[in-house]
């Protein structure tokens, strides 16, 4: 058996190129029957103009550093799978909306800038527990990978190498579209205007709540939005790598990208590609995750342990974080790699709902994981730099239950659009701006 330090010496050991994740196993990807066509849709993704620009990436380790050090206070989040559909002008303000105003919310209430960080122009490749899945009528088909790999529609469960291009046009057309209203003159207004927090009278925190709603409405909403997708399948990753003469590769399909908690394995492909780019990469760290483990992780991910590069996303559960972030904390201390630490109080937290069998979280739930990373952060040694939620600017969605909206589980059913996980909807997320807050003070 190797021992741990072995690991690590053997991965950073060995020469790092955009491709060669592909001599490593790697799961949670799709493959192809028609080789050919594979080839041709990488090598027109492979000259594409950028979607990014290495310098905004750069920017973002930058800020993310200033978060590490408490300096300021990330929000990252959107969609679980983000559709082809919601490609649309009305979704993406709303979208773009929700996560300017919270961001707003947190940096009036805690009086620091808050590092926007949307799940959009991308965020189009799902892990999945099973491969295949019982569909009525259709029989074992394939499960929904995300509309880059298939579609929701169970005739359409073919993976087809012809949606990474749609999916490069799909990212483009959003991108160009949310930089056109952060480019616009009245950017600030179009977006705060419109948050009005009288659905929050019925929380006890009303008053205080409304105060820093006019503040964070008088402050002027800066542009600077930036865009992150987990990074599941690789060979299209890698066809948006470019090299950056002086400086390395990086992957300009978005600012960040994340490697999933199903996809983390020390010795897989995933870790191998992240490894060596120079954006800021995610990686989700989940329950099975063994203290060691994590040590020789931070060191791979983080050879040059850089700081805001390496972003450490926790998402345990509500019943479990309390047990297990403690020695995840202990274990980077004793590593001295630099991470960001970021709460997921989505992903430990879901549930069947017993009315209807629908997927959904508790309000509750999902703010108690993100209250208590807060508070044990501070109990031992170390920063909580953000959260990360599944959210929705649509007022009208009912993934997720409770919140002062209070949506119980019978209304599950009255939309519920997602293609994957339960989202909180535009009044819960906005208490959920609020609330951590008002943790972050405590
Ligand atoms: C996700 O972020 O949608 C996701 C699949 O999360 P995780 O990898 O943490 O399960
Ligand atoms: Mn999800």
């Known amino acids: 058996m190797q021992c741990d330090d072995d690991v690590v010496t053997t991965v950073t050991g060995r020469t790092w190129a955009p491709g060669s994740w592909r001599s490593y196993e790697c799961s949670q990807m799709a493959v192809y029957e028609d080789q050919e066509e594979l080839s041709a849709v990488l090598a027109k993704l492979s000259k594409v103009p950028p979607l990014v620009?290495?310098?905004e990436v750069d920017r973002l380790v930058a800020?993310?550093?200033s978060a590490a050090r408490g300096e300021s206070f990330i929000l990252q989040g959107g969609d679980c799978a983000e559709r082809f559909v919601d490609c649309q002008g009305e979704r993406l303000d709303a979208q773009v909306q929700l996560l300017v105003q919270m961001g707003a919310i947190v940096a009036a209430a805690t009086g620091k800038p808050c590092v926007r960080i949307a799940r959009l122009a991308g965020q189009y490749g799902k892990p999945r527990s099973k491969p295949t899945e019982n569909v009525p009528g259709f029989g074992e088909i394939f499960s929904f990978k995300g509309d880059n790999i298939n579609g929701y529609d169970p005739k359409d469960r073919k993976w087809d190498p012809q949606r990474l291009l749609q999916g490069y046009w799909h990212s483009a057309a959003t991108l160009n579209y949310v930089r056109a209203l952060q480019m616009s003159e009245t950017f600030?207004?179009?977006?705060?205007a419109p948050l009005d927090v009288q659905f929050l009278s019925k929380s006890p925190s009303f008053a205080s709540w409304s105060s820093v709603a006019t503040a964070a409405k008088a402050a002027a909403a800066a542009p600077g939005l930036f865009t992150a997708h987990e990074a599941m399948q690789l060979d299209l990753e890698e066809a948006l790598t470019r090299e950056v003469a002086g400086k390395?590769?990086?992957?300009l399909s978005a600012h960040m990208v994340w490697i999933g908690d199903r996809t983390r394995q020390l010795l897989g492909g995933h870790v191998e590609y992240f490894r060596g780019i120079r954006n800021p990469i995610g990686c989700k760290v989940g329950p099975s995750m063994g203290?060691?483990?994590l040590k020789q992780l931070v060191k791979i991910l983080n050879p040059d342990n850089i700081e805001g590069k390496l972003v450490l996303i926790t998402r345990y559960g509500n019943d479990k974080v309390e047990a297990m972030l403690p020695p995840h904390i202990k274990a980077v201390q004793e590593s001295g790699i630099h991470v960001v630490w970021q709460a997921d109080g989505v992903h430990g937290n879901t549930v069947t709902a017993a009315a209807n069998k629908l997927k959904t979280r508790a309000y509750a739930d999902v703010l108690g994981e993100c209250t208590k990373a807060i508070a044990i952060h501070k109990a031992?040694?170390?920063?909580?730099?953000?959260?990360?939620?599944?959210?929705?600017?649509?007022?009208?969605?009912?993934e997720c239950t409770g919140g002062c909206i209070n949506i119980f589980e019978a209304m599950l059913t009255n939309n519920y659009e997602t293609y994957c996980d339960p989202r909180l909807n535009y009044g819960q997320s906005i208490e959920a701006a609020f609330a951590v807050s008002d943790a972050l003070l405590a």
């Open 63 to 65: 800020q993310l550093a």
């Open 53 to 55: 620009h290495h310098a």
């Open 380 to 398: 031992n040694g170390s920063i909580l730099a953000g959260v990360h939620l599944e959210m929705t600017g649509q007022k009208t969605v009912t």
């Open 248 to 251: 390395g590769f990086y992957n």
């Open 188 to 192: 600030s207004e179009e977006m705060m």
């Open 291 to 293: 203290a060691e483990e």
